[in-house]
DNA sequence: CAGTGGTCTAGACCACATT
DNA sequence: ATGTGGTCTAGACCACTGT
């Protein structure tokens, strides 16, 4: 199926005005999966022809979704949908960064453990599990850097929405876990929420850290969203922040 | 002196696109103080006629302004200068929130200590102060909510840049201290960079926040820009996070 | 080279806010 | 009623990319 074949109404009558209207049309067809990651989408005066508008109203759509990191124009090759392999996708998420240091750098990640087990009340709430196929994945990662572990990860995942993942394949990626989820399961991460706490590191995380009992740490709690908030991965971060620091830039973009 | 006392020429012919070239010619405003937060800009029409292009280059420029979060466009009433009174803008770089809470609370807060000292070398590398004129204000905020504490600020800024300021001053404001900044320092934070530890309380801060020794709290060195990424303000925020999160959204905005 | 998105024009009409 | 920004048109030309 692909997105030329289809046909849209655009009606210029209603409140909703032609460029959002577009907008929400093509966001749909990520949605439905006409259109995926990474894949190139019709150029603009196609579009035109598609929805029946001038080239400024395309435009206008274009640049919402680009806005939105959803599409990335490239001049002179086209606009595609935006894929965790990308520069500036890569690590977006990560925020982590030496002590003094403007460098982000790149974690090595070792898989400790992998489960498959029943979910919790939280956890069946907010990835949306259903009582009869509530199996969810338990996975921790060390991250660090030249075998030095500042932080430990566990994540979890509906195992409906991620079926046939096995440690192997996790374990064998080239690429960070966003990738994977996208490029095996689908699951394109869009957005997320962290919360940040500071506690004294437990029994389990402190021997996984390879830290001492009652150092401080941070506990980070994430929430990984895809298209249409729908909530796809539960992430908790337990960092020891003796040489790394947690980041974050606020430009005053009036959205965020 | 107005805006529209002000002779530009766009040159259409060099790389630079013209609402790039609009776009700095506005900023340079901004910096020189021609514009300030709050005011009305020009309409549409009289910057088509100021900069000589037609109104899609002015809109495009106005836009990336908007985007930047200096520029913020009301419909009907026109273009103003972004200002930390606007509800987008106050508690922009605020992100404590009580436990499992989507609700920003505004905080209480209230002056510990005012003190003018000389600035260390790392705050007069930061601040960019020179050895004559070397003084700096050394302010310690308490924050809370029902007079329960759970945040101290330390802020530190160049005594040259804010002349005048009294701990009267501060104590009397009626908005936010950065809405303070803007209007009687004309100081206008634009963005901020934040680096977050986990560290046990000293005694100092302890007393200050009401807990134990040693109770694990979120350190965050806070820099303050503005235009031109001047930095401004060095703040130090330590919180006890048992009730309260430190919460970042992340949309995947490009620019971010 | 042909095809892509990026810039720019010179308007028209609409929705919204104030007077 | 007037003036503001918001939407939309129907083009033209430029800059960049891969063949």
Chains 1, 2 share one sequence.
Not at 83 to 100: A, G, P, T, Y
Not at 212 to 227: A, F, N, Q
Request: net charge positive; hydrophobic share 40%; glycine share 4%.
């Amino acid at each position: 199926m692909s997105l030329t074949d289809l046909k849209f109404k655009i009606d210029p009558n209603i409140k909703t005005p032609m460029w959002l209207q577009i907008r929400n049309e093509l966001f749909d067809c990520l949605y439905k999966d006409i259109l995926r990651p990474g894949q190139l989408i019709p150029n603009e005066k196609t579009l035109v022809g598609l929805f029946n508008v001038s080239i400024g109203t395309v435009r206008k759509a274009i640049g919402a979704l680009e806005k939105e990191g959803i599409l990335i124009r490239k001049q002179g090759l086209g606009t595609f949908v935006c894929q965790h392999d990308d520069r500036s996708f890569l690590f977006k998420f990560f925020h982590i960064f030496f002590n003094d240091s403007d460098v982000k750098h790149i974690p090595e990640v070792e898989l400790d453990s992998f489960k498959i087990r029943k979910a919790n009340k939280t956890e069946m709430k907010l990835l949306n599990i259903p009582k009869e196929n509530n199996k969810v994945f338990h996975i921790y990662n060390k991250l660090g850097f030249q075998s030095k572990v500042h932080s430990v990860d566990k994540i979890v995942i509906a195992a409906a929405k991620f079926s046939l993942l096995t440690e192997e394949i996790l374990v064998n990626r080239h690429n960070t876990i966003y990738n994977l989820f996208q490029n095996k399961f689908n699951v394109f991460i869009t957005h997320t929420s962290e919360r940040i706490k500071a506690t004294l590191v437990d029994k389990k995380i402190s021997q996984m850290l390879g830290i001492e009992m009652g150092t401080p740490i941070l506990k980070i709690e994430r929430l990984g969203y895809t298209y249409h908030d729908e909530i796809v991965e539960l992430r908790t971060s337990y960092v020891n922040t003796t040489e790394v620091e947690y980041i974050r830039e606020q430009y005053s973009l009036v959205g965020e």
